[in-house]
């Protein structure tokens, strides 16, 4: 009886140290994730906005004598919309990002299933 004991808390044992380390796993994926996507993200935004400042300067000293007002007016009006779209986007995201530790949660499901027989 005692060994049979032993094998099983030897089994818990075991199954709770690869859950763990499936945990440890999901926290270096997700850290390195967010780490890579930070920095894409940063280094996106720093090209496009001077990108996008390079291109309002150009058009509106094209348009400098004739229509400036309008010239300005309509970028102004395309920035905001522009900063409303990425704002709802990036929102989107943030509310439809997966589950973190999924796969955990699942594993663990998993192994609870087997241990405790249906009622």
């Known amino acids: 009886m ?8 030897a089994t818990l044992l075991g199954m709770l140290y690869t859950r763990l380390d499936l945990l440890s796993i999901d926290l270096e ?9 930070l920095v894409l993200v940063l280094t996106a935004l720093f090209f496009m906005g001077i990108g996008v400042v390079l291109i309002a300067l150009l058009l509106v000293m094209v348009y400098w004598e004739t229509h ?18 990425a704002g709802g986007f990036a929102l989107h995201k943030v509310r439809t990002k997966p589950k973190l530790f999924a796969a955990s949660l ?3 499901h998993k192994d609870r299933q087997q241990l405790v027989p249906p009622v």
């Open 2 to 9: 005692f060994e049979s004991l032993s094998a099983l808390s």
């Open 106 to 108: 699942s594993e663990l």
């Open 68 to 85: 400036r007002i309008l010239v300005l007016a309509s970028l102004a009006g395309i920035f905001l919309l522009a900063g409303l779209v």
């Open 29 to 37: 994926e997700e850290r390195a994730h967010l780490i890579l996507q």
